[in-house]
């Protein structure tokens, strides 16, 4: 048995590229007393990542050079030293992009694969769930009946979001980046308008989708698309800033324009808060609970993109960077 890894090799300016990681294998560890030895099942990439890979502050540690980097996992207890966990627990917490990890079961928590499939514990009822709920709940606030927009709506967040909102009697519109996408959300996740953002006037179709204005934007995008849905928010609306995407590969020469018409948000009494979702414990183990009724209801769909290594992660990442994964991406390591 050998441990492949993922290192850092470099820090990348602009686009991420295949030169910034190394793949690298070493012996299986040996679980310490008291801790546990880690099967990885499937491990999560994400946009916020792109941010650890800087070498600046921020609300989590950089990424450093020559280490494996860090995501979200499920893993399977293979071998315990005195552990927290038992042998055959599956259990999710932050993890490495590599095949094996010890750890002595500080931050992770153990699923029931009965209760939902192992992959969606870093998706709809792990990170990008709970951040649909507090995003909505604890920071915008969204009530039954409103009118509600999410960029980006196809990812791993935003289709939550959009859900969230139609299972609260709300008008919900999104925008996303290719045809499939924007037919999957009106077709597959019931949302009552979205459009192409990479065809579209952005301007004119962000207010044909929202015909009564918006209360509630969640962000994920920014540059444009935050522009244009400033121009049609309603008075005392609320804007939950998650991330914004299409600046995270930027560099000072080609930043995308925007938001310049700020002056809207005071005009309309416009509330404007970013957030970070494990801020908020409490609302993240209540979706637990929502999301999985919802989903052995029917109220909850998902879209997985799934890639099969952790070789083929630095490629799914820049995937998810570039738009061009669809739904959740996640990275199968093993079975279960």
């Not at 070789?311 to 994964?325: H, I, R, S, T, Y």
């Amino acid at each position: 048995m050998s441990n492949k890894q993922i290192l850092l090799s470099s820090r990348p300016n602009g686009w991420v590229t295949a030169d910034n990681f190394k793949l690298a294998e070493a012996a299986v560890p040996e679980p310490a007393m008291g801790e546990v030895l880690l099967e990885t099942i499937y491990m999560s990439v994400d946009p916020y990542m792109r941010g650890r890979m800087n070498d600046v502050k921020s609300y989590v540690p950089p990424f450093q050079i020559g280490e494996p980097l860090q995501a979200g996992i499920v893993g399977k207890v293979i071998a315990s030293n005195g552990g927290k966990f038992p042998v055959g627990t599956y259990v999710t917490g932050m993890g490495l992009w590599a095949n094996y990890m010890t750890t002595n079961g500080e931050g992770f928590q153990p699923v029931d694969p009965d209760l939902a499939p192992l992959s969606y514990y870093l998706g709809i009822l792990g990170m990008p769930g709970m951040t649909a709920y507090v995003g909505l709940k604890g920071v915008a606030g969204l009530k039954d009946g409103e009118q509600l927009f999410v960029s980006a709506a196809s990812g791993a967040v935003g289709q939550v979001v959009g859900q969230i909102g139609k299972n609260m009697g709300c008008h919900v519109a999104g925008s996303a980046g290719t045809d499939d996408k924007v037919a999957y959300l009106k077709e597959e996740l019931g949302f009552d308008a979205a459009f192409n953002y990479k065809k579209d006037d952005v301007y004119k179709a962000v207010r044909d989708s929202n015909p009564k204005g918006i209360d509630v934007y969640f962000e994920n995008v920014g540059g444009p698309v935050l522009e244009a849905v400033i121009n049609n928010l309603n008075f005392n609306s609320r804007v939950a800033l998650c991330g914004m995407i299409s600046l995270y590969n930027a560099t000072l020469d080609d930043m995308p324009p925007g938001p310049r018409n700020l002056a809207v948000l005071v005009g309309r009494s416009v509330k404007m808060q970013g957030f970070i979702v494990f801020n908020y414990p409490e609302l993240c183990k209540e979706w637990i609970g929502v999301g999985a009724g919802w989903l052995k209801e029917g109220k909850l769909k998902y879209r997985e993109s799934v890639a099969e290594g952790v070789e083929n992660a630095p490629q799914a990442f820049m995937d998810v960077l570039k738009g061009n994964n669809f739904g959740k991406q996640v990275v199968r390591l093993s079975d279960a």
